[in-house]
DNA sequence: TAGAGTTGCA
């Protein structure tokens, strides 16, 4: 009996010897032959790591490989950082000496524990350093955030003659970002040719992510397309590249497509799906992916959530948004953040300081630099000048929570601009500790517009377009404002110089969506299957809003034209031909939900405001900034936006 | 010798 358990142990070392890097085997090996740290084992993995460490000394395994394995390795997938130590602390104490493998190990425990010092000063003590052990502390340094110094212990890797291997470039190349991200990144890029990794599903993953986060777009589909094996990662990272980067219809097509060649789905997909969605205001389809995700259970992950929230919000369906985020059984500052942005760009100033009362009643999340950004901003829009002002004070008084950045300086001009109060707010912007960004003296500007202040709104304007001559809305507002006074000469001269900047502006579209489909249309659009009727009817609508007091605003128009030619410009903006199709495809008293890529121009707002007057539809415009909800001509911006 | 890796939401 002792002769063959002998010879039954001696065929097990043998199995382990010959190809233990076979997990099988290891996993026959131990399944076959408990080991004797068994109880340390159960110990744990009932989390008594304390008392394992005790066991280890009674099983004489003090000291030894297995003993220190066995309960790192518990740490390392329980992250418990005072055990991890305790171990660490041990092996100081008895004077062991860690192999590489258990010093990589206790690297890894720290960098998952956030203590990325200890990691580093475990790392820096190594006599000696593998391929695993420079990915570990890369890994780190990259999930933390810590680009620099995780690109420069990747050259210094390189230099210290470890190559490189799949998983050091998935780790890495999320860590190519910011300014000279790109160029970082096309050298790695270079190196994997090299090694040969560029078909390397991760290493493919995280390659286009770079390519995409650098706005890349079409060198991110070559990484995409030349992947000879492609998974859920793969597909999504493409994916949210498109979505992130506001090509909507891409993102929705490729999704459609890789869905039909049967790719798998995750919550990060349908969070990226519903970012397009949400950029299209695709209504119908974005509930329509919130029905699937809840027809499949999909795990409620708070992310998820989010972007549905983030979803109905931007698609302007509030009361959706905001029962999904009442039902939430926990909520992130995204939570809050989603749904008090959502308020915001609806001008709904009171529900806005609202939400937040209540979120700093609740006090478990605490408020960031968005959620100020929206609560100030939703002040500006839901026209509660006071209350905005009176939350940054408290901002700027409460000096170590949360230093006010430039955005929200710029929301303060907004608020004060708003109020009418633009000495103040230029007297504001000089004392300001950033230098004005275009945002903010354009902001002023549609102030200056509103209250029809010529003289601060020529300086504002001279600013303006010293620091952005290329924005053809910003010569498009000033010459507002010029006309507004009667100030004809100047528009001329306005016109000449922005053909002598050879200003281009973004091609404006609107499109509207019924029955699930996005019906496009650009400025005097011809492309349209409708395109007949649809000019017919703006030509027809141009009649009768005339008559019930509809006067076209010609100084929306910067051409060098007859005024008869401006007001066919006009009729042609893309906003009135979704309008005009939307009344042309949908029964009476329907609500027309409109979206527009760029600002709204003041011709097309009181165009909108006419028709909602003149056949009882609510009208609900999306523009870039935010929501115009119109009902028997009145917007709910207060035509200041 | 085991150990290390990629995608999303304001």
Redesign the pocket.
């Given at each position: 009996m002792l002769i063959k358990l002998r010879q039954t142990a001696i065929v097990a070392e043998h199995i382990?010897s010959l190809s233990?890097?076979n997990?099988f085997t290891?996993q026959l090996y131990h399944t076959t032959f408990p080991p004797v740290q068994s109880k340390l084992r159960a110990l744990c993995s009932n989390g008594q790591l304390q008392e394992a460490l005790l066991e280890m000394a009674v099983q004489g395994l003090e000291m030894k490989?297995?003993g220190y394995?066995t309960i790192l390795?518990e740490c390392?997938n329980r992250k418990s950082l005072r055990e991890g130590q305790r171990v660490h602390t041990h092996m100081i104490k008895t004077q062991y000496l860690p192999?590489?493998?258990?010093?990589?190990?206790l690297v890894?425990l720290y960098?998952?524990c956030d203590c990325l010092v200890d990691a580093r000063y475990v790392f820096d003590e190594m006599p000696e350093r593998?391929?695993?052990?420079?990915?570990?502390m890369i890994?780190g340094y990259?999930?933390k955030g810590f680009s620099s110094e995780a690109l420069n212990l990747f050259v210094q890797m390189l230099r210290s003659g470890t190559e490189p291997?799949?998983?050091?470039?998935?780790?890495v190349?999320?860590s190519c970002t910011g300014d000279y991200g790109l160029d970082y990144g096309r050298q790695i890029h270079s190196l994997i040719v090299r090694y040969n990794?560029d078909s390397?599903?991760?290493?493919?993953?995280?390659l286009l992510?770079m390519y995409?986060?650098a706005r890349r777009i079409h060198e991110a589909r070559t990484v995409f397309d030349s992947l000879i094996q492609r998974?859920?990662?793969?597909?999504?990272?493409m994916?949210?590249?498109y979505?992130?980067l506001g090509f909507d219809e891409e993102a929705v097509e490729l999704f459609r497509k890789l869905l039909k060649e049967g790719m798998c789905s995750?919550?990060?997909?349908y969070?990226?799906l519903?970012?397009a969605l949400?950029g299209l205001a695709a209504l119908d389809q974005g509930k329509q992916v919130h029905n699937h995700i809840l027809r499949h259970q999909l795990p409620s992950?708070?992310?998820?959530?989010?972007?549905i929230?983030?979803m109905y919000?931007?698609c302007g369906n509030l009361v959706y948004a905001r029962r999904v985020f009442d039902s939430m059984p926990e909520r992130?500052?995204?939570?809050w953040?989603?749904m008090?942005?959502?308020y915001c760009?609806h001008g709904m100033g009171s529900k806005v300081i609202e939400l937040f009362k209540m979120m700093r009643a609740e006090g478990k999340v605490r408020p960031?630099?968005?959620?100020f950004?929206?609560v100030l901003s939703g002040c500006s829009h839901g026209g509660m000048e006071d209350t905005g002002l009176e939350i940054f004070d408290e901002m700027v008084a409460q000096k170590d929570a949360l230093e006010p950045n430039i955005e929200h300086y710029g929301c303060v001009v907004d608020l004060l601009g708003r109020s009418g109060r633009l000495e103040q707010a230029l007297k504001f912007i000089d004392e300001m500790p950033f230098k004005p960004t275009a945002a903010i003296w354009g902001s002023l500007l549609g102030a200056c517009k509103v209250h029809s202040n010529l003289d601060v709104g020529e300086y504002v304007g001279r600013q303006l377009l010293e620091i952005e001559p290329e924005n053809a809305g910003n010569y498009v507002i000033l010459s507002n404002l010029y006309a507004s006074a009667g100030r004809w000469e100047e528009v001329r001269n306005l016109r000449e110089l922005m053909k002598e900047k050879a200003v281009s502006k973004e091609p404006g579209r609107s499109w509207i969506e019924l029955d699930q489909t996005l019906h496009t249309f650009h400025a005097s659009d011809r492309s349209h299957p409708r395109k007949d009727e649809v000019h017919t009817k703006v030509k027809e609508l141009a009649v009768r809003l005339k008559e019930a007091g509809y006067e076209p605003d010609l100084s929306c128009v910067l051409h060098d034209v007859e005024d008869e030619q401006k007001e066919k410009i006009l009729l042609g903006h893309s906003e009135k031909l979704a309008l005009a199709f939307g009344l042309l495809s949908t029964s009476d008293g329907t609500p027309l939900r409109v979206i527009k890529n760029l600002r709204i121009c003041v011709d097309c707002h009181n165009f909108a405001k006419i028709i909602s007057k003149l056949y009882g539809r609510t009208v609900s415009l999306r523009d870039k900034n935010r929501f115009h909800h119109i009902k028997g001509g009145v917007c709910s911006c207060g035509d200041y936006w």
């Open positions: 382990l233990s890097k997990p290891r490989f297995e394995d390795n390392v192999p590489l493998y258990l010093r990589t190990r890894i960098c998952k593998n391929v695993v052990s420079w990915t570990a890994s990259s999930q291997n799949e998983f050091t470039f998935a780790t190349l999320p990794y390397h599903i991760f290493v493919g993953s995280s992510d995409a986060k998974d859920v990662v793969s597909c999504t990272a994916i949210a590249g979505a992130q995750n919550y990060v997909t969070a990226s519903l970012t949400s992950y708070v992310g998820l959530l989010n972007s929230i983030d919000a931007k992130t500052v995204i939570s953040n989603a008090l942005v959502g760009k960031d630099r968005v959620t950004l929206a």
